[in-house]
Antibody, heavy 122, light 106 residues
């Protein structure tokens, strides 16, 4: 049974880099039918898709965050990671890792991690 | 692609038929999904490809539409349906979500 577990710091200082890891159990990355990605949620902006990564290495990022985001995978540990630099208070959010599923040429969120709250504050 | 949900809040009684609308800023064929989020939990997939019910989702949930206008219908509202519902377009990156509709049980 698929499980996704986010880990990382809950508190980040302004201007620093957020690093979150998602540990995947019950599935492997090597499938054409999935992307692995990150989504965040705030009371003000709702659900915001951050980006995703395919096992082949291809990535897609939200243009609004692209200059600050990197998503990468560590297949040996069955983990993928999010790095978001130059953090500000506006990046305070609940961060979810997720698995995207394919429908024809489209992608939807088939599975969500439980989420981790990240606060940006000095 | 922007998605606009309406209403943002609705209050209905158990047994009522409830409809939520999601409008896309451009045509997305049938590339739309719906999620349900209960307080303190991650969203959960209900429907994808406009009308395909995810395994395990009760049949009282249904979706319809095409192009730019879509609806999620709960045929007979149950107490456990109290939640916030979101639509998401899946036709193109960046994936985008609607602003949500909070459903309250009277």
């Amino acid at each position: 049974q698929l499980q996704l577990q986010e880990s990382g710091p809950r508190l980040v200082k302004p201007s620093e880099t957020l690093s979150l890891t998602c540990t995947v159990s019950g599935a492997s990355f090597s499938s054409n039918d999935y992307y692995w990605g990150w989504i965040r949620q705030t009371p003000g902006k709702g659900l915001e898709w951050i980006g995703c990564l395919h096992y082949s290495g291809s990535t897609y990022y939200n243009p609004s965050l692209k200059s600050r985001v990197t998503i990468s995978v560590d297949r040996s540990k069955n983990q993928f990671s999010l790095k978001l630099n130059s953090m500000t208070a506006a990046d305070t959010a609940l961060y979810y890792c997720s698995r995207l599923r394919r429908y024809n040429s489209g992608w939807f969120v088939g599975f969500w991690g439980q989420g981790t709250l990240v606060t940006v504050s000095s | 692609i922007q998605l606009t949900q309406s209403p943002s809040f609705l209050s209905a009684s158990v047994g009522d038929r409830v409809t939520i609308t999601c409008r896309a800023s451009q045509g997305i064929n049938n590339y739309l999904a719906w999620y349900q989020q209960k307080p303190g939990k991650a969203p959960n997939l209900l429907i994808y490809a406009t009308s395909t019910l995810e395994s395990g989702v009760p049949s009282r949930f249904s979706g319809s539409g095409s192009g730019t206008e879509f609806t999620l219908t709960i045929s007979s509202l149950q107490p456990e349906d109290s939640a916030t519902f979101y639509c998401q377009q899946l036709i193109d990156f960046p994936l985008t979500f609607g602003g949500g509709t909070k459903v309250e049980i009277k």
